[in-house]
Structures are given as C-alpha cells and as structure tokens.
C-alpha cells in the first residue's frame, strides 16, 4: 500500500500516543478497543493490519461513522495517496472534521488516562445508599462510572460521550452548551416514548438546579442519553447540551442508575487525587458539616450562625432575615438533637470553592419531630466552609 498522507493520519502521527494499556482501563466495550487497535496500527504505518481491523469493526458496527471514514480513506488509499480525507466537498467537511475531534478524543483517554485508584477531587463522600455515581469530563468526552464500595468510590466504567455544540458552562436557554456543576437524575424516559434523535432512552437530570436559579441560569431539558439510531457514536460536540453515549454503553449504563439518588458530575478538566489525599479532604470536610450539627444543637445562636455565609438566600430570606428567624426559633426550644444519615458530599469539578451536600435530617425538640431531605450549598470563604444555600431539593428557590 503506498504510504497514507491524509488529515486523519497526520492526527494519529502527532498525537504520539501509546494504545497497549487501553484494555486495562476499562474500554468500554470492544468495538472501541478495535478502533484504538487499529489507530495504533496506522500510527505504526502498518497498513495492512489496520486495514483488516478497519474492516471488521466497520462489519461490526456498520453505523460507526468515524470507523467508516478511515476505512473508506485506507481503501482510496491502496490505489492513489488522499491529499485530505474523504470527500473534498463542503457539505462534507463539517461532518468530517467532527470525526477528526472524535478521533483525537478517543485517542487522548489512552494517552492522558486518569492513574487506576486515583478519584476525581470533586467526589468527596458518596451516601450509604448512593451505589453509583456518574462523573463526567469533557476535556476527555468521557463519561466515568464509579461505584460505591463500603464508602469508597472505584471506578468500573467508562464510556465515549459527546456534549453540547455550543461547548460548556451553560447560561441560558439555547446556547447550546453543556452545563458544569453537581447535578442528580431526576426521571428515565423509555425509548418508546422517545424521537428516534435520543436513541435507546434518556435519563434527565436537574438542570437547573437551586444554584443555577439563584444564578440566573436558564434552560431545560439537559438529559443523559442514546445516539440516532442510524449512528454509532457522534462528535465529541454534537447535543444541544446533552451528554450522549452510543446506544449500547447507554444501555450499559442505564442498568445502573437509580433515579432516586444518582449523582453527576460535569467538568471541563477533572482534578484526580490518590486514596490518601481523598480520605484527608473528606474528614475535613466532614468536620464542617458536625461542626453545623452540633452548633445548632448547642442553641448558642452565636455559635451557630458562624456557619452561614453572608451571601446565604434561599429564595425566602436573605442572611440578616433568616439569622433573626432562626435565633427566635432555636431561643424558643427546651432542647434540639440534630440527626444525619445519608450524607452526600461533592464539589462542584471546575469551582472547588462550591459544595453540594444532601442528606435525611432527623430532628427532634420539645415542640416538633420530624425526618426531611435537606440539600445546601456551602461556599469556601477565607479558607472556611459556610453555607450560602439550604432547603428542601424538591422544591427548588421559590
């Protein structure tokens, strides 16, 4: 075969990647094995052999646009060198230099692959009953599966996801964009009661959330979902702002999500740290949450409201307002016990300085008892947690 000079090629030469470790880090499922193998193999100039791996993933997954693509450009190949890939017509250079992305986006998880053990900063704690938790980065176009394991997270998963057109940190209705924050599912939408476009089902999730209100942020309708169905995979910026995954790795993981309490967490960049650093951070940040708990027990309203941050609201009151209510609230109990369980705790992937913490809160006085779903966002001030937020997550900022 004469050599290949075309765009896709000269990615793989530049991209100085090694694919050996790939299947040791959880791939996830075997066609895009295939398809690393044989990017491997034309990095390696090894034509022939891509060839044969080309032919069979695209025999495989006859709807597999990126595999396609090279096959077609190794065929041409054979009898007269490409100047570029694929056909030199504008409709088709869009569509094609999308595939260029995917391709370097499937070639950069093998290459920049987070080290096995390792935990992204942002997932603090997972609650006893938070089996799984999704964390998602767009840097990579790659969507992590961890599960929960006697509290802590290890990864089992991972699959090739695309994201909004627009790019990242949605704003407003629109634009397009991927939202970037701590985010939970709220519903599974089945594929019968779907447009084709979504592919084999969809899993909404809470855009926008509390935060994002107070914020100002608009928008609805940012789920996790399948492809087309006539496509395997598509570019790594194609939704409308959602996160998408081939139809069998949604499936994969549809399996595992539990509507009631399945966390998500979207980054551009994922901050990763060893076990030891991830124990550390979370007993820190766990001795600010008892510190709340026991303050309020204590009654001393002093003591307690050093807990809030001057930028608290809550859709209700303001600081000022909600420090009055609460102090003639507590003065007026003989006593207060405070009780959690279930206690979530994660930061937000691109504003470490932003915390999500949900858990069921027990609590019992002389005048009133009573167990809630409580979520706050606590905001890092001077090197202290505070809590800018707190509320019921059903409900939302009035």
């Given at each position: 075969?004469?050599?290949?000079?075309?765009?896709?090629?000269?990615?793989?030469?530049?991209?100085?990647?090694?694919?050996?470790?790939?299947?040791?880090?959880?791939?996830?499922?075997?066609?895009?094995?295939?398809?690393?193998?044989?990017?491997?193999?034309?990095?390696?100039?090894?034509?022939?052999?891509?060839?044969?791996?080309?032919?069979?993933?695209?025999?495989?997954?006859?709807?597999?646009?990126?595999?396609?693509?090279?096959?077609?450009?190794?065929?041409?190949?054979?009898?007269?060198?490409?100047?570029?890939i694929g056909s030199d017509t504008k409709q088709r250079?869009?569509?094609?230099?999308?595939?260029?992305?995917?391709?370097?986006?499937?070639?950069?998880?093998?290459?920049?692959?987070?080290?096995?053990?390792?935990?992204?900063?942002?997932?603090?704690?997972?609650?006893?009953?938070?089996?799984?938790?999704?964390?998602?980065?767009?840097?990579?176009?790659?969507?992590?599966?961890?599960?929960?394991?006697?509290?802590?997270?290890?990864?089992?998963?991972?699959?090739?996801?695309?994201?909004?057109?627009?790019?990242?940190?949605?704003?407003?209705?629109?634009?397009?964009?991927?939202?970037?924050?701590?985010?939970?599912?709220?519903?599974?939408?089945?594929?019968?009661?779907?447009?084709?476009?979504?592919?084999?089902?969809?899993?909404?999730?809470?855009?926008?959330?509390?935060?994002?209100?107070?914020?100002?942020?608009?928008?609805?309708?940012?789920?996790?979902?399948?492809?087309?169905?006539?496509?395997?995979?598509?570019?790594?910026?194609?939704?409308?702002?959602?996160?998408?995954?081939?139809?069998?790795?949604?499936?994969?993981?549809?399996?595992?999500?539990?509507?009631?309490?399945?966390?998500?967490?979207?980054?551009?960049?994922?901050?990763?740290?060893?076990?030891?650093?991830?124990?550390?951070?979370?007993?820190?940040?766990?001795?600010?949450?008892?510190?709340?708990?026991?303050?309020?027990?204590?009654?001393?309203?002093?003591?307690?409201?050093?807990?809030?941050?001057?930028?608290?609201?809550?859709?209700?009151?303001?600081?000022?307002?909600?420090?009055?209510?609460?102090?003639?609230?507590?003065?007026?109990?003989?006593?207060?016990?405070?009780?959690?369980?279930?206690?979530?705790?994660?930061?937000?992937?691109?504003?470490?300085?932003?915390?999500?913490?949900?858990?069921?809160?027990?609590?019992?006085?002389?005048?009133?008892?009573?167990?809630?779903?409580?979520?706050?966002?606590?905001?890092?001030?001077?090197?202290?947690?505070?809590?800018?937020?707190?509320?019921?997550?059903?409900?939302?900022?009035?």
């Amino acid at each position: 075969m004469r050599k290949l000079k075309t765009v896709l090629f000269s990615v793989f030469l530049s991209s100085s990647f090694s694919l050996h470790a790939a299947s040791d880090y959880g791939i996830s499922e075997g066609n895009e094995e295939l398809l690393l193998q044989g990017l491997e193999s034309l990095a390696a100039q090894q034509f022939d052999t891509a060839l044969t791996q080309f032919k069979e993933l695209t025999q495989k997954r006859p709807d597999f646009r990126l595999a396609q693509l090279v096959y077609g450009d190794l065929l041409a190949a054979q009898t007269n060198p490409l100047g570029q890939i694929g056909s030199d017509t504008k409709q088709r250079r869009k569509e094609i230099d999308g595939l260029i992305d995917e391709a370097r986006a499937r070639i950069l998880i093998s290459k920049d692959k987070p080290v096995p053990g390792y935990v992204p900063q942002s997932l603090i704690k997972m609650s006893d009953d938070q089996q799984y938790v999704i964390v998602v980065d767009a840097k990579f176009s790659r969507l992590f599966v961890f599960e929960n394991r006697n509290g802590v997270p290890v990864l089992i998963k991972d699959f090739y996801a695309s994201y909004g057109r627009g790019g990242v940190e949605k704003r407003k209705q629109g634009d397009l964009k991927t939202p970037l924050g701590v985010y939970f599912v709220t519903d599974r939408f089945l594929d019968e009661r779907l447009p084709e476009r979504y592919g084999s089902g969809a899993l909404p999730i809470n855009y926008p959330n509390v935060w994002d209100s107070r914020n100002g942020h608009t928008g609805n309708g940012i789920w996790l979902h399948g492809s087309p169905v006539d496509t395997y995979s598509r570019p790594p910026k194609a939704s409308e702002g959602c996160i998408s995954l081939t139809n069998p790795d949604f499936i994969d993981l549809d399996k595992l999500v539990n509507i009631k309490n399945t966390p998500v967490l979207i980054g551009s960049n994922m901050k990763w740290i060893d076990q030891q650093s991830w124990v550390a951070q979370q007993k820190e940040i766990e001795q600010y949450v008892e510190k709340w708990r026991v303050d309020w027990e204590s009654q001393e309203h002093s003591r307690y409201i050093t807990n809030y941050s001057k930028q608290y609201r809550d859709g209700l009151r303001d600081f000022n307002s909600f420090s009055e209510y609460k102090q003639r609230v507590n003065a007026s109990k003989r006593f207060i016990k405070v009780g959690l369980k279930d206690v979530s705790l994660f930061t937000y992937p691109n504003d470490p300085n932003l915390m999500v913490a949900t858990f069921n809160q027990d609590y019992q006085s002389d005048s009133y008892q009573g167990e809630s779903i409580k979520r706050q966002y606590w905001v890092k001030e001077e090197g202290h947690w505070r809590i800018a937020y707190e509320g019921d997550p059903s409900r939302g900022i009035p």
